[in-house]
């Protein structure tokens, strides 16, 4: 089996969170190394994952935090924020 463009196209997202099969990743970078507009593609999800990766993982202010953190003991303990 040879993927089409839209066959790689479906199976990027899964290609870029190593959750394809061996034969399927063979596919798919068999296919991104010869098509540009599905490179194009590629890279562009690659760098949307890239940020929303980077965005996750910084550590909000510790005010913030504790802000948070005492909303949510106080609607667990039936308190009215309103």
């Known amino acids: 089996m040879t993927f089409d463009c839209q066959e ?5 997202h899964e290609f870029l969170h190593n959750e394809l099969s061996e034969a399927e990743i063979k596919e798919v970078t068999a296919h991104l190394a010869n098509c540009d ?3 194009t593609d590629y890279d562009l999800e690659h760098f949307v994952n890239n940020s929303i990766q980077d965005a996750c993982s910084e550590v909000p ?3 913030l935090a504790e802000k948070v953190l005492a909303n949510i003991r106080s609607m667990q303990a039936g308190i009215d924020h309103a």
Do not use: A, G, I, L
């Open 8 to 12: 790689t196209k479906r199976h990027v």
């Open 37 to 39: 507009s599905c490179e």
């Open 61 to 63: 202010p510790q005010e």
